[in-house]
């Protein structure tokens, strides 16, 4: 019978959780079995202690999903550590992973090392990158929340408060998945989105004379996005965009 879960690995469940669709795990998951092996642990143990995460998550909660009913005190402190600190959490989670796969995060992702600092500087901006990324492509089940594509090479994680400067730029809630046209637009504050989840459109965009631009934005206007399974697109970052981007 294997020990217990260590700190370690209970980190490593909740990059994995925030990784996959939590709809989607399951045993046969590609990605679980992946990081099992790599733990040592079975695809049904890891699935379980991801499913005991999602009991965590008070977004599934609202919507009816509990997650598993039993867990441990280790999951709850590892979730209230960093949940809303998911610089730390994208860093310390890949470093264990590097590490069990006996490697260093350098090896991973700086393939011209910099000089000094600028090395692990460098590190973390990749290995954040990438957290946010494959968290928030989860979070939509690989889908852009107004068109539906679902070509994950076709797909962005989009920042509404803007990644620089930012210190939400790794919080999937501070992500939308968008296709490339639609990031763009976003970023750029000709559309944003209200309190409801619903698409405003700029005005300068409705009133544009571009008619090419009708089926890409004009009749998304007022439409509600595709919401996401977890990490919903917050209020607050939303609110930012709004006010300091969004070109009224």
Not at 127 to 132: D, E, K, L, R, T
Not at 166 to 181: A, D, V, Y
């Amino acid at each position: 019978m294997r020990n217990n879960w260590t700190r370690e690995e209970t980190i490593v469940a909740f990059n994995v959780y925030c990784k996959i669709p939590f709809k989607n795990s399951s045993k046969n998951h590609p990605e679980v079995i992946k990081y099992a092996n790599l733990l040592g642990r079975t695809p049904s143990a890891l699935n379980m202690k991801i499913g005991n995460l999602g009991r965590l998550d008070p977004e599934l909660k609202k919507r009816g999903i509990t997650g598993l009913v039993n867990g441990s005190k280790l999951e709850e402190d590892i979730w209230d550590e960093f949940n809303g600190n998911w610089d730390e959490l994208a860093f310390e989670s890949e470093r264990i992973i590097a590490n069990l796969q006996g490697q260093e995060l350098d090896e991973f992702y700086i393939k011209e090392y910099p000089k000094g600092k600028e090395i692990e500087r460098s590190i973390r901006v990749r290995v954040n990158q990438s957290f946010f990324r494959n968290s928030v492509l989860s979070a939509y089940n690989n889908e852009c929340c107004i068109t539906g594509i679902n070509i994950p090479q076709l797909l962005v994680a989009s920042h509404i408060i803007p990644w620089k400067n930012n210190i939400e730029r790794t919080n999937p809630k501070n992500g939308l998945c968008l296709n490339p046209f639609h990031d763009k637009a976003f970023d750029r504050g000709f559309f944003t989105i209200n309190e409801d989840y619903r698409i405003t459109v700029s005005n300068k965009i409705l009133h544009s004379k571009n008619f090419g631009i009708s089926d890409y934005l004009i009749k998304t206007h007022n439409r509600h996005i595709l919401l996401p399974d977890k990490f919903f697109p917050s209020q607050e970052f939303l609110e930012f965009h709004r006010t300091n981007i969004f070109q009224k």
